[in-house]
C-alpha cells in the first residue's frame, strides 16, 4: 500500500528562518502531489500542487515545493518565514492510476516564534 | 460565497448510537470525500464518491456508509459497527472527476466524541 511520510511532525523556528518541510511517498508510478495548509482556526486550503512539467513550483505566500522523482520526494521550502505562517502543513498524494485515493501525511505543526 | 458545509460543528454520540454527520457544497463540484483525522495521523479516507448515486470505499471504510442522492450533499453516517468513532471528520469535494490534478476544497469539520 502507498504511504506518505512527513519527517517532521513539530517544528519550530523564528521569524525569518528558511523552512524546510520533508515529504515522502512510497508509490512507484505517476503521482500527482499536493502541500496544504492549516491555519489555526481555518480550513484545510491548498498551498500549491504539481502534476506535470517544471518540478519546481511556486504557490501562495511564498512557498515554492520541489518534485525530485528519483527520491519519491516534494519538499516545501520557505526563504523566510513570518509568524503569519504558523499553522499545520499536510502533505498529499494520488496516484494518476488510482482516481479518489489521496493519501496525505500526518501533518507537520509549525510555529514560527516572533 | 461557495463552499463546503458541514454540520454540526461538535457532536455526542452515546454508545450504540448511529449518527449522521451532514456535508453540502454549493460549488457544484462532482467529487466528494470524507476523511478522519485523528492526532499524529493525518487525513485517513473513509469514501469518496465521483457522481451522484455513486461512492467506493476508501481505506477506513468499515463502520461508516454515506449516501450520494444530490450532487451537493454527501452525509456520513457513524454507525455502531464503528469501535472508536471519536475524531475530527472532514469532507471534501473537487471539481471534476477523474482529473487527478484538482485539488480538494474542504469544509470546517465535525468533532464528534463518544459520552
Known amino acids: 500500500a502507498q504511504s506518505v511520510s512527513q519527517h517532521n511532525h513539530h517544528v519550530i523556528l523564528s521569524e525569518a528562518a528558511s523552512l524546510e518541510l520533508g515529504c515522502n511517498y512510497s508509490y512507484g508510478g505517476t503521482v500527482n502531489l499536493f502541500w496544504y495548509v492549516q491555519y489555526p482556526g481555518q480550513h484545510l486550503q491548498l498551498l500549491l500542487k504539481?502534476?506535470?512539467?517544471?518540478?519546481l513550483v511556486k504557490g501562495i505566500k511564498g512557498f515554492e515545493a520541489e518534485f525530485i522523482k528519483s527520491k519519491f520526494s516534494f519538499n516545501l521550502r520557505k526563504p523566510s518565514v513570518q509568524w503569519s505562517d504558523t499553522a499545520e502543513y499536510f502533505c498529499?498524494?494520488?496516484?494518476?492510476?488510482?482516481?479518489?485515493?489521496?493519501?496525505f501525511g500526518a501533518g507537520t505543526q509549525v510555529v514560527v516564534t516572533p | 460565497d461557495g463552499g463546503i458545509t458541514q454540520s454540526p460543528k461538535y457532536l455526542f454520540r452515546k454508545e450504540g448510537q448511529n449518527v449522521t454527520l451532514s456535508c453540502e457544497q454549493n460549488l457544484n463540484h462532482d467529487a466528494m470525500y470524507w476523511y478522519r483525522q485523528d492526532p499524529g495521523q493525518g487525513l485517513r479516507l473513509i469514501y469518496y464518491?465521483?457522481?451522484?448515486?455513486?461512492?467506493q470505499k476508501g481505506d477506513i471504510a468499515e463502520g461508516y456508509s454515506v449516501s450520494r442522492e444530490k450532487k451537493e450533499s454527501f452525509p456520513l453516517t457513524v454507525t455502531s459497527a464503528q469501535k472508536n468513532p471519536t475524531a475530527f471528520y472532514l469532507c471534501?469535494?473537487?471539481?471534476?472527476?477523474?482529473?487527478?490534478?484538482?485539488?480538494?476544497?474542504f469544509g470546517d469539520g465535525t468533532r464528534l466524541s463518544i459520552l
Open positions: 471534501a469535494s473537487s471539481v471534476t472527476a477523474g482529473a487527478f490534478n484538482q485539488p480538494q476544497h
Open positions: 464518491s465521483q457522481i451522484v448515486n455513486d461512492f
Open positions: 498529499a498524494v494520488i496516484p494518476t492510476d488510482s482516481w479518489g485515493k489521496f493519501q
Open positions: 504539481y502534476f506535470s512539467g517544471d518540478p
